[in-house]
């Protein structure tokens, strides 16, 4: 649980659910969050907008806290915490990253932007009827596609990427963004007041402007197939980050309602005041509400109090799941023994005693190629398609090497690579990262 003093200071990660178990800390201050993006559980980076509407990162494992930019950017906006994207006063789109900045001027000012977990954008450009959305792979700037985009109230992104979920006069309409086609839409009488996404995307939840009516939509048949009927009026919603609870704020007062999206039932109401940060649910299905100063962590089904983190409202709170802060295993700083081979006189493999006096030749290190070698790669993009993953890997050459594209596999799809390395050392990858004219990152281990 990432925690950043409101009132400015020293960020701290605990432990959950020990509030007192502190295992990460630094006394460098972080400036107060407005809005978290996203969380890097690779590099164990956290992006977020501060109050001032400045892009920040903080590297756990660099224990650095960088404001990334002072420009003037709005609509900022990250799918993984490696990059930020945000749009300039002239419309330009910008790519923030640890190790500089990408600028893109669309044929149109940008109006919004949306990562995709790949590596891919979508930019809406343009205003009115006129709006279009293009897609590209940055650093890439060719516009790969390009579509008619209805202007929307709200739009809803799911943690997959694969659909972008729009409130328009008429109800709702969805975007499949690895086809860029239109899913069929889904009309409501009434205007839509929120809407929000399960992290799958399987439901969509659209709250009426009424407010006491929250509709499921159902995103495999393109339909309504259930709907909540609240006990008063709602004005918000959230989704619990493993899908089992949605909370509904109340319109007026300090308090919640708490939904079950599996059996699609209210199970009651809990008080809380409403934070960008607060409540949320926890990956143990405790609710953690605001109670004056203090947190409270409520269980979901009972609404039960269970725990009070005293002066915990003081704090801005952020979940994550990261395994980055385990103690390093004493086994690792073992010297490595191996059973000694000597040759006797006529030439037969014998297993030398411990006791031996005779020489102990090192056995020679095993020889690697390169895709086995540990040491730090310099990565310059993820596509879908191979031929643009090869098309890049050949324009990049470094000190005699060139680029090559590796495969693997996230939700489904083959991602292609472009990357460089291995390096000893991590100034080595920086290097060769720079001298590519390209953007980068780099990572340490294989590839």
Same mark, same amino acid.
């Given at each position: 649980?990432?925690?950043?003093?409101?009132?400015?200071?020293?960020?701290?990660?605990?432990?959950?659910?020990?509030?007192?178990?502190?295992?990460?800390?630094?006394?460098?201050?972080?400036?107060?969050?407005?809005?978290?993006?996203?969380?890097?559980?690779?590099?164990? !980076?956290?992006?977020?907008?501060?109050?001032?509407?400045?892009?920040?990162?903080?590297?756990?494992?660099?224990?650095?806290?960088?404001?990334?930019?002072?420009?003037?950017?709005?609509?900022?906006?990250?799918?993984?915490?490696?990059?930020?994207?945000?749009?300039?006063? @002239?419309?330009?789109?910008?790519?923030?990253?640890?190790?500089?900045?990408?600028?893109?001027?669309?044929?149109?000012?940008?109006?919004?932007?949306?990562?995709?977990?790949?590596?891919?954008?979508?930019?809406?450009?343009?205003?009115?009827?006129?709006?279009?959305?293009?897609?590209?792979?940055?650093?890439?700037?060719?516009?790969?596609?390009?579509?008619?985009?209805?202007?929307?109230?709200?739009?809803?992104?799911?943690? #997959?990427?694969?659909?972008?979920?729009?409130?328009?006069?008429?109800?709702?309409?969805?975007?499949?963004?690895?086809?860029?086609?239109?899913?069929?839409?889904?009309?409501?009488?009434?205007?839509?007041?929120?809407?929000? !996404?399960?992290?799958?995307?399987?439901?969509?939840?659209?709250?009426?402007?009424?407010?006491?009516?929250?509709?499921?939509?159902?995103?495999?048949?393109?339909?309504?197939?259930?709907?909540?009927?609240?006990?008063?009026?709602?004005?918000?919603?959230?989704?619990?980050?493993?899908?089992?609870?949605?909370?509904?704020?109340?319109?007026?007062?300090?308090?919640?309602?708490?939904?079950?999206?599996?059996?699609?039932?209210?199970?009651?109401?809990?008080? !809380?005041?409403?934070?960008?940060?607060?409540?949320?649910?926890?990956?143990?299905?405790?609710?953690?509400?605001?109670?004056? @100063?203090?947190?409270?962590?409520?269980?979901?089904?009972?609404?039960?109090?269970?725990?009070?983190?005293?002066?915990?409202?003081?704090?801005?709170?952020?979940?994550?799941?990261?395994?980055?802060?385990?103690?390093?295993?004493?086994?690792?700083?073992?010297?490595?023994?191996?059973?000694?081979?000597?040759?006797?006189?006529?030439?037969?493999?014998? #297993?030398?005693?411990?006791?031996?006096?005779?020489?102990?030749?090192?056995?020679?290190?095993?020889?690697?190629?390169?895709?086995?070698?540990?040491?730090?790669?310099?990565?310059?993009?993820?596509?879908?398609?191979?031929?643009?993953?090869?098309?890049?890997?050949?324009?990049?050459?470094?000190?005699?090497?060139?680029?090559?594209?590796?495969?693997?596999?996230?939700?489904? !799809?083959?991602?292609?690579?472009?990357?460089?390395?291995?390096?000893?050392?991590?100034?080595?990858?920086?290097?060769?990262?720079?001298?590519?004219?390209?953007?980068?990152?780099?990572?340490?281990? @294989?590839?």
């Amino acid at each position: 649980m990432l925690r950043v003093p409101r009132a400015g200071g020293g960020p701290r990660v605990h432990r959950y659910p020990a509030s007192d178990s502190v295992v990460w800390s630094t006394s460098e201050s972080a400036p107060t969050p407005a809005e978290f993006l996203a969380f890097d559980d690779d590099n164990g !980076s956290i992006a977020y907008v501060d109050t001032r509407g400045r892009p920040v990162l903080i590297e756990l494992r660099l224990g650095t806290i960088t404001v990334q930019s002072t420009k003037k950017l709005t609509g900022l906006a990250s799918a993984g915490a490696k990059s930020v994207f945000g749009i300039a006063a @002239n419309g330009d789109v910008v790519r923030l990253t640890p190790t500089g900045e990408w600028t893109y001027k669309p044929p149109r000012p940008a109006k919004a932007v949306y990562p995709q977990p790949e590596g891919g954008l979508l930019v809406a450009i343009g205003t009115g009827a006129n709006t279009r959305l293009i897609k590209l792979f940055p650093p890439d700037k060719r516009i790969l596609d390009s579509l008619p985009f209805p202007v929307a109230s709200q739009a809803v992104r799911t943690q #997959l990427g694969d659909r972008l979920y729009l409130s328009v006069d008429s109800g709702l309409v969805v975007l499949r963004t690895r086809t860029m086609d239109w899913a069929p839409a889904v009309p409501f009488d009434d205007p839509i007041e929120h809407i929000a !996404s399960t992290p799958s995307g399987d439901r969509v939840f659209v709250l009426h402007d009424t407010g006491t009516t929250i509709s499921v939509v159902d995103r495999f048949r393109d339909r309504v197939t259930a709907e909540y009927e609240l006990p008063g009026k709602a004005r918000d919603l959230r989704v619990d980050p493993f899908g089992r609870y949605l909370l509904a704020r109340h319109a007026s007062g300090d308090s919640i309602w708490v939904l079950a999206i599996g059996t699609q039932r209210v199970i009651g109401a809990l008080r !809380s005041a409403w934070r960008a940060d607060l409540p949320y649910v926890a990956y143990d299905g405790a609710i953690a509400t605001v109670v004056g @100063n203090d947190v409270v962590l409520t269980d979901g089904e009972t609404l039960r109090a269970t725990s009070r983190v005293t002066g915990g409202a003081r704090d801005i709170w952020f979940p994550i799941l990261w395994d980055g802060f385990r103690p390093r295993s004493a086994s690792l700083d073992e010297p490595v023994r191996f059973d000694s081979i000597v040759i006797d006189s006529v030439g037969a493999d014998t #297993l030398a005693l411990p006791d031996s006096a005779a020489p102990q030749p090192a056995p020679p290190a095993p020889s690697r190629t390169p895709d086995e070698a540990q040491g730090f790669i310099v990565s310059f993009a993820a596509f879908l398609a191979e031929p643009r993953a090869k098309e890049l890997a050949a324009r990049i050459h470094v000190g005699g090497e060139t680029a090559r594209v590796i495969t693997s596999t996230r939700d489904g !799809s083959t991602i292609y690579r472009v990357v460089l390395g291995p390096y000893a050392t991590r100034d080595e990858a920086e290097r060769a990262g720079r001298e590519s004219g390209q953007s980068y990152w780099v990572f340490e281990g @294989n590839p």
